[in-house]
């Protein structure tokens, strides 16, 4: 169904936790994920459902998770949950926020990012379809320990035990309780008033509500999800790492459907925000992270990193990084590259190996192909850049643009001391220091005149033997005296003898 069928009154996301397992002074909920924050993963699984109100229940670290949430979600409402006194006191204190509220309510976790909206929109239909009070989402483990056991009576959801409290046979039960769920309204405002801490942690837990809805005579059904994935929360960085590594698998593969070549699935990294169009090519060790887009045809890696990158129709990226650059079509950057931000090269346009651009705007066709800085720069179309060129862009407190303009040549191992401007059709001559203009059409040297001296090698190495084979001068004691060699060694000279 679509997702006005499946809107609710709200959906409670429970982010309170403190996460110490992470071992971390950065909330857990804001770890990234393939590029999203946990957090950000569980919110767009609850704007799924079109929740009329969406709570975020926060607690450990809640200033950082404010202010992640002031700016990607800022219609959404928050609730403080002081103390970490259990599920049912988080839920507690988000229906404060909720007060009046009817209809179905949502309660889903910060730290479960693979569950989808898709699966969410399901969870709430099943709950609609079977005329259910509450309805908890279960999955069914090969290992369930340390989880929930379900107890059911045919459909119908009698119970859920914790392994601590369960017998043998409750633990032999492979199907576990995920810990999200769909509420009526008016149920969870009724089962959460009745919670009692009277249990081995003296906390108020969700869970309990089964067993009041029961008792009243409410029904309490399943929604099996099978893709256990969905229902697995992160409480360290091994259990992150794992799950980073299964989202990634996903993305590729999603991809390679959408018709990208991945040469190697296994080393290739595909942040959530990246946009590929069909025939491009990704080498092994490709990492596309953040709002990356690349345009058909592209050929990307091997080993390359690329973060906010537009990516032209089949440019050619090798062994480089670059954030926040513009790559144009049939443009060629690397091997060993690091586009900086700002960096614009141009259609068909080249940056070469062990070159560094920040700031620099390049025009098509033209090559900047060896062993250069070019920073705050811009470069006419057609123009060749040799190789070991400075921009010399800093003069220790301002930084300065050099100009240069189109079909301009400038020979390798110059130095262009910014601000200056190089006119269209000129030279610089190799080993030039420039700090003045150059106007079109015009050659520019700045180097001291070449001087050759005749002979002067010969003499040098007549001089060296000459030194070589001359008998060691005395030592005197006053170096103001003036001796001539036949003149004896002062009093305090040591005798061959000593």
């Known amino acids: 169904m679509g997702e006005r069928d499946s809107s609710v009154a709200a959906v409670i996301v429970l982010a ?202 409410h029904r309490v059904g399943a929604y099996l999800e099978k893709d256990h994935w969905q229902t697995e929360g992160i409480n360290d960085r091994t259990q992150l790492a794992a799950m980073s590594k299964e989202v990634n698998h996903r993305i590729v593969h999603g991809w390679m459907l959408e018709g990208v070549t991945v040469i190697d699935p296994a080393t290739t990294w595909i942040e959530a925000g990246v946009s590929i169009e069909p025939d491009v090519v990704l080498w092994p060790g490709t990492i596309l992270a953040g709002a990356t887009s690349i345009a058909a045809g592209a050929v990307i890696g091997p080993d390359t990193r690329l973060t906010d990158v537009e990516v032209g129709r089949g440019a050619h990226v090798v062994r480089s990084e670059a954030t926040l650059a513009v790559i144009g079509d049939e443009a060629n950057v690397g091997p060993y590259s690091y586009l900086r931000p700002g960096t614009t090269l141009g259609e068909s346009g080249k940056i070469g190996a062990y070159v560094e651009t920040k700031n620099a705007q390049i025009g098509p066709t033209a090559k900047v192909p060896h062993l250069t800085y070019c920073g705050d720069a811009v470069i006419g179309a057609g123009t060749n850049v040799g190789a070991g060129t400075i921009f010399a862009n800093y003069d220790s407190k301002a930084k300065h643009v050099t100009t240069v303009g189109s079909n301009a040549f400038i020979g390798s191992h110059s130095v262009l001391v910014a601000p200056l401007t190089i006119g269209d059709d000129s030279f610089v001559a190799a080993g030039s220091a420039l700090t003045g203009d150059v106007g079109e059409g015009e050659l520019a040297v700045a180097r001291g005149r070449q001087r050759n001296i005749p002979g002067w090698v010969q003499a040098f190495r007549q001089r060296a033997r000459n030194k070589k084979s001359s008998p060691p001068q005395p030592t005197v004691n006053n170096p103001s005296d003036e001796q001539t060699p036949s003149a004896a060694p002062s009093s305090t000279t040591a005798s061959p003898k000593e």
């Open 16 to 217: 309170a936790g403190s996460g110490t397992r992470m071992k971390s002074c950065t909330s857990k909920l804001l770890h990234p994920l393939c590029g999203k924050p946990l957090l950000s993963w569980a919110l767009g699984a609850a704007e799924g459902v079109a929740p009329q109100n969406l709570v975020v229940v926060i607690g450990h670290l809640r200033e950082q998770v404010e202010a992640h949430l002031n700016e990607i979600a800022p219609h959404v409402l928050t609730a403080v949950q002081e103390t970490q006194d259990g599920t049912g006191h988080a839920v507690r204190c988000a229906m404060e926020v909720l007060e009046g509220i009817t209809g179905d309510i949502v309660v889903t976790y910060g730290d479960v990012p693979m569950l989808t909206a898709d699966t969410l929109r399901r969870l709430v239909n099943t709950h609609r379809q079977r005329s259910n009070a509450m309805t908890i989402m279960t999955s069914i483990l090969d290992n369930p320990t340390g989880y929930g056991r379900i107890l059911r009576a045919g459909d119908e959801i009698t119970g859920v035990v914790e392994e601590r409290d369960a017998d043998d046979a409750q633990k032999a039960i492979k199907e576990t309780n995920a810990g999200i769920y769909v509420f009526d309204a008016d149920l969870l405002r009724e089962g959460l008033a009745h919670l009692s801490p009277d249990n081995d942690q003296h906390q108020l837990y969700l869970t309990d509500v089964v067993g009041y809805a029961c008792s009243h005579g």
